[in-house]
């Protein structure tokens, strides 16, 4: 019994080191998301992704790259703009954009395991794209495509992130905008809706990592193949990193965590990166597929996902190999967790929570704005109605 508290409070230890490590980090993501989201209009751009061409891809990765890093999300908009008429390389390359090319996953990657990695998941964010881009007919034949497209109009929208109008918010200028209390309380409400999706996610990731780096050394020699030539050893564990993401079932910002622990614990460079991009085809994810496409575009589609994933991942290794990007030291455990003390991180987390209450404060106090206008406009109803009643039909003079 002894044993099992002890162990319990180390890992529940480990993930709050851990989420004190990243906080300010995602205070800050999170902001910038939102500003983007509220400040930044998309309704042109979402008319404009009927196309499947270069262009088309484009412009539904710039679409996704100013979205929400919400895997749920980044799919539930992705089968709305499916249904709309966007073509799936477009809808596809929306997904990928919005959960790799994200200011908040970049930051939290920064933090706990280098720069390098950033850089990585924005170059293979662009990978990824144009990968499934090439090889998408190799999948999906446009028979199918069509098929998914009626069945995605009928099935139900599920985890949806619209809570506000795009663009707009008080100005008609970025300076008009920073001034507007009106404006920053849309930020807040587009900040508040991210959070309330991702808690979970990143909780678990959180969770997870404190626990699994408890499991030790043989656990890990198990995972990945360490006495083996380099090629063999790479090609294992880009294999291995995305299965470990499905089996993790957790997504977005929130599989950051345990994409350190692992690094630390020797699975590779390109391995990490397979794992950071594998968020899209956890198990949940491709049951909401199923769902939204039928089973046959949503085998499909994974499979397409999961391989260019692989490439994408291989890809980026030897880019960044060839360059000397790859870091040759592994933090250790302590590393990754950190520590609480009288430093730069204490300031910033401290600026951190500031910055969150403050939107959090906004976000609230605009909802009850919201629900007390909305009981005038409705008491001003009633007040019309019994006059309309007690006044009867109109007379009509002889």
């Known amino acids: 019994m002894d044993a099992f508290v002890s162990t319990l409070g180390e890992g529940l230890r480990n993930s709050l080191l851990m989420a004190y490590e990243v906080w300010w980090a995602l205070v800050l993501g999170f902001a910038i998301s939102a500003i983007v989201q509220a400040w930044v209009p998309s309704e042109r751009v979402e008319r404009s992704l009927s196309g499947s061409g270069p262009l088309a891809v484009l412009r539904a990765t710039g679409l996704g790259a100013a979205s929400s890093s919400c895997s749920y999300a980044a799919i539930a908009i992705a089968r709305s703009l499916f249904a709309k008429g966007a073509s799936a390389a477009t809808a596809l390359a929306f997904q990928f954009a919005s959960t790799n090319l994200v200011w908040e996953l970049g930051l939290v990657l920064w933090v706990l395991i280098g720069w390098q990695f950033t850089l990585a998941e924005f170059v293979g964010g662009f990978v990824l794209i144009g990968l499934m881009a090439a090889m998408l007919r190799l999948f999906v034949s446009p028979r199918l495509e069509r098929h998914a497209r009626r069945h995605a109009r009928e099935a139900p929208a599920g985890h949806t992130h619209d809570h506000g109008s795009h663009g707009g918010g008080g100005g008609t200028g970025w300076h008009g905008r920073v001034l507007s209390l009106d404006a920053w309380t849309q930020v807040a ?43 063999v050893r790479t090609i294992e564990n880009v294999i291995a990193g995305p299965l470990i993401a499905v089996l993790s079932f957790v997504c977005s910002v929130g599989n950051i965590p345990l994409a350190a622990v692992l690094w630390s614990e020797g699975i590779s460079f390109a ?21 939204y496409y039928g089973t046959a575009f949503a085998l499909r589609i994974t499979a397409l996902m999961f391989v260019t994933m692989v490439i994408a991942a291989l890809i980026v290794d030897a880019l960044f ?31 951190g929570a500031i910055v969150f209450s403050s939107l959090i404060y906004l976000s609230v106090r605009g909802s009850a704005q919201g629900a007390r206008h909305d009981e005038q406009l409705a008491g001003a109803n009633l007040r019309r109605t019994p006059d309309a009643v007690h006044a009867g039909p109109p007379r009509h003079r002889s």
């Not at 909780?203 to 090629?231: H, K, N, Q, R, T």
């Not at 391995?271 to 769902?291: S, T």
């Open 271 to 291: 391995g990490v990166m397979a794992f950071i991009f594998a968020d899209l085809i956890v198990l949940p994810i491709v049951l909401a597929y199923r769902k």
């Open 321 to 351: 190999g060839l360059a000397g990007l790859i870091p040759t030291e592994r933090p250790t455990t302590d590393d990754v967790f950190g520590e609480i003390g009288l430093d730069y991180k204490l300031a910033l987390n401290l600026l």
């Open 189 to 231: 409400g587009y900040y508040r809706a991210d959070w309330a999706m991702l808690w979970k996610e990143i909780s678990i990731g959180f969770l997870l990592a404190g626990f699994i780096a408890l499991l030790g050394d043989d656990f890990f020699s198990f995972l990945f193949v360490e006495d083996a030539p380099a090629a």
